[in-house]
């Protein structure tokens, strides 16, 4: 069986690019493009696809909203939330609201396609590649483990300091500093500095007195 597929996304490239995947993967056809939840609407009033590819921010509305709506009229649907923001909070967001599966738009486009599949098949249920960290972080009373490089990172970015600014201190490479950087917002299930530093407030990993908060 042959899986249509919707993509929602306002930036042209990223439909394209998907657009290429589905095309190179047999089992898939794009069947309609939206780069707004109106135009998405539209086309499912005209016909349903198997998967709606959703980003969660668009110019007219959130898609987290939207995938409400789409899975209470159609239940059978398979929709992949797709979003550039890949924190915890996110992807709960995403299985509250319904979704099928929930993938980041850093990820391989294959993975959208995966998870399309998956959508395809039990588009009732939930996939994410951190979905089992992210609910250990949500059930630890810990809180996350970072180690003293990582809390070294985290209070230069409370300082304000950027990626370069961090290198520098610390004697390390730009791509060094990133890694770090990268493992803590996963730690802390952030998608970006703001939500960490928010995060680690909350957690005790830092004093509102510091410099920067």
Not at 10 to 19: F, S, T, V, Y
Not at 129 to 137: K, N, V
Not at 144 to 156: A, F, I, M, N
Request: net charge negative; hydrophobic share 40%; proline share 5%.
């Amino acid at each position: 069986m042959t899986i249509s597929v919707l993509l929602v996304d306002d930036h042209e490239l990223i439909r394209q690019g998907l657009r290429r995947a589905f095309e190179r993967d047999g089992d898939c056809e794009v069947v309609g493009e939206a780069g707004t939840l109106a135009d998405a609407h539209r086309l499912l009033g005209l016909a349903t696809p198997h998967v709606v590819i959703l980003d969660v921010r668009l110019p007219d509305g959130n898609g987290l909203d939207a995938c409400r709506k789409i899975r209470a009229n159609n239940p059978e649907i398979g929709i992949v939330i797709l979003t550039m923001y890949a924190g915890d909070d996110q992807l709960f967001g995403a299985l509250d609201s319904g979704a099928s599966a929930f993938v980041p738009k850093n990820a391989p486009a294959e993975d959208v396609v995966a998870a399309a599949r998956q959508a395809a098949s039990t588009p009732r249920s939930f996939t994410a590649t951190d979905l089992a960290e992210a609910m250990q972080r949500r059930l630890s009373p810990t809180g996350p483990q970072l180690s003293p490089r990582e809390r070294e990172v985290l209070g230069l970015l409370a300082d304000g300091l950027g990626v370069a600014q961090i290198s520098r201190q610390l004697y390390i490479s730009e791509s060094t500093t990133k890694t770090h950087i990268s493992k803590l917002y996963e730690k802390l299930g952030a998608g970006n500095r703001a939500q960490a530093l928010m995060t680690a407030l909350k957690l005790g990993l830092l004093k509102r007195d510091e410099p920067g908060l």
